[in-house]
């Protein structure tokens, strides 16, 4: 069964860059047709789609956040990750990991979120 | 303000049916496939319908969708209290070569 679990800091200072790890496991993460993906959900508001990668390291983002999001991904871990650069309050959130079907897009598969506040 | 609209809520009796909208442009559901996610309150959301109207192993046929040119609606019959929860629609955006997310649609089961 697949799972995935996000890690990282859950306090992060204003300017700095907000890091998370998501690791898959109960299958490879080079499985050819899925993307994997960042999804934030601020708290009492609703869902904003931030980006997704390929195996390959096709990256998608998020028009809003791209000047500040970097997406990676390492196969030899199974693990994808996240950088937000210069943060404000306004990015902290709830943040998710999930894997994108290939085809349909659908988001078929969370992990159980990981909150991160901005906060000096 | 999100790209796809939905409504802020929506409630009804148990057991009776909803549906939930989201209204979007060409370039996204117009020509992108749509996928529904209920979130239960302090948990991750949860795949219910993807590819406009198709169910996940596990989902009750009292879920459905729809698609009809740039919207698309969310039912669910036989309402239970354990339907409340938010409703999210999401797809590809095209012009953007990004996903978007509808703003959400909380459901309350009266």
């Known amino acids: 069964q697949l799972q995935l679990q996000e890690s990282g800091p859950g306090l992060v200072k204003p300017s700095e860059t907000l890091s998370l790890t998501c690791t898959v496991s109960?299958?490879?993460?080079?499985?050819?047709?899925?993307?994997w993906g960042w999804i934030r959900q601020p708290p009492g508001k609703g869902l904003e789609w931030i980006g997704i990668?390929?195996?390959?390291?096709?990256?998608y983002y998020n028009p809003s956040l791209k000047s500040r999001v970097t997406i990676s991904i390492d196969t030899s871990k199974d693990q994808f990750s996240l950088n937000l650069s210069s943060v404000t309050a306004a990015d902290t959130a709830v943040y998710y990991c999930?894997?994108?079907?290939?085809?349909?897009?659908?988001?078929?598969?969370w992990g159980q979120g990981t909150l991160v506040t901005v906060s000096s | 303000q999100s790209v796809l609209t939905q409504p802020p809520s929506v409630s009804a009796a148990p057991g009776q049916k909803v549906t939930i909208s989201c209204s979007g442009s060409?370039?996204?559901?117009?020509?992108?496939?749509i996928s529904w996610y209920q979130q239960l309150p302090g948990t991750a959301p949860k795949l219910l319908i993807y590819?406009?109207?198709k169910r996940p192993s596990g989902i009750p046929d009292r879920f459905s969708g729809s698609k009809s040119g740039t919207s698309a609606t969310l039912g669910i019959t036989g309402l239970q209290t354990g339907d409340e929860a938010d409703y999210y629609c999401?797809?590809?955006?095209?012009?953007?070569?990004?996903?978007?997310f509808g703003g959400g649609t909380k459901l309350t089961v009266l």
């Open positions: 590819e406009n109207n």
């Open positions: 990668i390929y195996y390959s390291g096709t990256t």
């Open positions: 109960g299958g490879s993460i080079s499985r050819s047709n899925y993307y």
């Open positions: 999401e797809t590809w955006d095209t012009s953007l070569s990004a996903g978007l």
């Open positions: 060409s370039s996204n559901i117009g020509n992108n496939y």
């Open positions: 999930a894997r994108r079907f290939y085809g349909s897009g659908a988001l078929d598969c």
